[in-house]
């Protein structure tokens, strides 16, 4: 709707319309402010997944106005779109980031189809308490592809603290 260069007067002047409207930033092709009925503003950037006019237009929310500023919300899609240009697609990206199953998803698989599956039951027992006393507790709820070998270094050392205090029974110690 609008080709201007996106500054925080420009946003401040802007209000909410019936529909969905968008504010293009001249100087950045690709860059712009979503604006809702709401009055909600979204920094985006606009751009083709592929090569040639056939390719799929797609877009992606860099942050709100007032989380960032314009100058900010423009260096990020700088950023972006320089992906873009080398071939990457950052809304699919994040698409399967969204996607991707969480360590306690991964855990419940594991538990059903191996352990379960395979081990006696009280070998499966002792794996059930030890990822739902220990484990998940502390890394359920994030994307399994986000625990770092450190996380689980953490977690081993906190789970042998007890052990060297001298409780019996600790660390999973018989």
């Known amino acids: 709707m609008h080709s201007k260069q996106i500054t925080k007067r420009m946003v401040d002047r802007l209000k909410p319309a019936d529909a969905e409207y968008f504010a293009w930033d001249r100087s950045l092709a690709g860059f712009g402010l979503r604006v809702q009925p709401t009055g909600a503003m979204t920094y ?23 989380t960032l500023t314009p100058d900010e919300a423009r260096a990020l899609a700088r950023k972006t779109l320089g992906a873009v240009a080398h071939g990457k697609d950052p809304a699919a990206l994040g698409a399967a980031e969204r996607r991707a199953s969480t360590l306690r998803e991964l855990a419940e ?44 270094a953490k977690l081993q050392r906190q789970d042998a603290e007890p052990a060297l205090s001298g409780e019996p029974n600790a660390g999973g110690c018989r």
């Open 44 to 66: 985006v950037v606009k751009y083709r997944a592929g090569s040639g006019r056939g390719a799929p237009t797609k877009r992606v929310t860099l942050g709100r106005v007032g």
């Open 109 to 152: 698989m594991f538990l059903a189809e191996h352990v379960e599956a395979k081990r006696k039951q009280t070998t499966a027992a002792h794996y059930r308490s030890l990822l739902e006393k220990v484990v998940l507790p502390e890394l359920g709820s994030r994307k399994a592809g986000q625990v770092t070998p450190s996380d689980l």
